[in-house]
């Protein structure tokens, strides 16, 4: 974990970069792919991820080394080519993984936080999960234990593969020619991430498209039929925490209210967006009928909102930096204080930003124990350390009178709608 730290220190700014390039470039063609709130929630939602994949949170049912230790036939040098015949097998692992996570509907929990962006952008990208570490991916690795593919190799590999996932989230680079037939491309993603019912659930490949191809889940972006994003059943929320188990407290709220014993049981292991119909009726929810006359969840913002997020957005970027850089030194009760500390500022910040009435008295009382923990704790970095507990604690006062002045001024719209 040290070192995925370290690889992070280097990838997390070149990401933040591109996307600068990418917004600086739709300014200039006057053809702006971002929303202020949509880039800074799918940002946010990527610092939530990488928290919990560095800190290893996640129930490993089953672990590459177990099938590889039991189930090679061969044992191959390391060469240039078991390098290749590795990252094939590890794309063919994450297409059959993507497939059952968009197919069945406990598995959709997992992935829906990376749709629900109603744009498409480089942002878009890091909106992953941070339910997704159920160790059930693995099992599609099994080829790769077979052919002796050994662990470390597919520790390096896990990695690279996944930040080559990034740059095809763009709508401003059109159809690559024959490279359409060999990888995935910006057009086929874009169909993707389209609900469109002529797009719906294709081109699930991650690298090579050839899989799409193979398997009848591949579609072209078609010129009459321009992609429309999101999700069927819209998130309504910039709050990357609650878009992590949305969709799992729907199917709770399902099992519960459905009399039929059988579909308690059977609703978590149905094609996605299935429904008990004793429920459908009783509990109604919202599903884009028409994606072409769609609204896209859009509040009105003014200047103060925007100072107010961005504000917290700059300190994440600094504490996340801290984080990382002092990664191998920090205790677990370090790693875990900056987990909090992570998670309760995006939580808070996006849910003032949707409007949500008990969210300046969140806020509010995150400050507090803030507060509380710098004055009295005395084990944690965070707090014996002076640079940085002074530092902290200018954020939290200054966050104190930006929570005073934005509380008359959270957006209107969306208090009416929730409350």
Known sequence: MDTYANILLITIPIFLVLIIIEISYGVW??????????????????????????????????????????????ELEESILLYFIAFVCVDFASYCHHRLKHSINIFWNMHVIHHSSEEFNLACALRQSITNNLGIGILFLIPAALLGVPPQMISILGPLHLFGQFWYHTRHIG?????????????????????NKEYIDKNLAAIFCVWDRAFGTFQEELDD?????GTLKPVQTWNPILINFQHLGYLIQDAWHTSNIVDKLKIWFMPTGWRPTDVVNKIPRNVVKNVYSQEKYKPKYNLLHKVFVSFHFLILNIVLYIFLSSFAELTLSDKTAYLFLIFSTIFSFSSIMDGFKWSISFEFVRIVIGILIITFQEELVLTYNPSISIFLFSYLIISFILNLLIQKSVPARILQEIS
């Open 29 to 74: 063609k006057n053809d702006l792919k971002h929303s202020y709130m949509d880039t800074i929630s799918s940002l946010s939602s990527g610092f939530t991820n990488l928290m919990v994949d560095i800190l290893g949170l996640g129930i490993i049912i089953l672990s590459y080394p177990f099938f590889y230790e039991r189930l090679k036939v061969i």
């Open 175 to 195: 159809k690559l020619g024959w490279l359409e037939y060999v990888l995935v491309t910006p057009s086929q993603h874009r169909v993707h991430h389209a609900i």
């Open 225 to 229: 039929v321009p992609c429309v994003y």
